[in-house]
């Protein structure tokens, strides 16, 4: 079975300081794994993805992950936190056994303090 | 914006009632996928369509159930609704493929009373 773990589930940050949001995985093949932001009464919105390649990966709004495949992990990253990046973090694992199907994390509250 | 798009937004129904949701995919989008998202937790996977059959379906009962139609705009059914589907449930449209990220809609936010 595959499987996310996002230990946190509040993470504050000062506006201006750098931030992380953990995400642990397990899957049986290759994971393909993806973070998706949500908003108040919204629905998800698609930030980064890691299928192959370079461990780290960028994507938008200046967010970038870090794949480490001997500790399973892809901890979400951002070098300057932003008071309207304070938001509801979740993290998502796909591989080829599922058909598709996105597992997700059980959420990160993301709170940027100005 | 995601080109995907949901109705209704908001519903209430009794228990044991019926009810379908609507999802319109994003142009090109031929896949589309069913999570239900209960308050404080993460989406969990009901179903995928691709090209109009079932190709995935996730832990939920089969009062749960689902079509796919030419167009790839997709249906979600629920029949003898219970109080614990109160929820929101997310419609996703993507291209395919395990590489793909899938785009969602603003959801439905569903109560049962």
């Known amino acids: 079975a595959q ?4 230990p946190e589930d509040q993470v504050n940050v000062a506006e201006g300081n750098p931030l992380t949001v953990k995400c642990t995985y397990s899957v049986s093949g290759n994971p ?16 980064l993805k890691y299928i192959t390649g370079d461990n780290l990966v960028k994507g938008s709004y200046g967010f970038e992950a870090e794949f480490n495949k001997s500790q399973t992990s892809f901890h979400l990253k ?25 597992t997700f994390g059980s959420g990160t ?3 940027v303090l100005p | ?22 999802c319109s995919s994003q142009s090109g989008h031929n896949t589309v996928s069913w999570y239900q998202q209960a308050l404080g937790q993460g989406p969990q996977f009901i179903f995928q369509y691709y090209r109009e059959e079932e190709n995935g379906r996730g832990n939920f009962p089969p009062r749960f159930s689902g079509l796919q139609f030419p167009n790839y705009s997709s249906e979600l059914n629920v029949n003898a609704l219970e ?16 590489n793909t990220e899938a785009f969602f809609g603003q959801g439905t936010r569903l109560t049962v009373v």
């Open chain 1, 109 to 111: 509250q993301l709170t």
């Open chain 1, 32 to 47: 393909y794994l993806f973070w998706y932001v949500q908003y108040p009464n919204r629905g998800l919105q698609f930030l």
């Open chain 2, 83 to 98: 109080l614990d589907d109160s929820a929101l449930y997310l419609c996703a449209s993507s291209t395919g493929g395990l």
């Open chain 1, 3 to 6: 499987s996310v773990a996002q």
């Open chain 1, 78 to 102: 951002k070098p300057s936190a932003l008071v309207s990046d304070s938001a509801l973090y979740f993290c998502a694992v796909r591989d080829g056994y599922y058909e598709g199907q996105l």
């Open chain 2, 1 to 22: 914006e995601t080109g995907v798009t949901q109705s209704p937004t908001h519903l209430i129904k009794t228990r044991g009632q019926q009810v379908t949701l609507r």
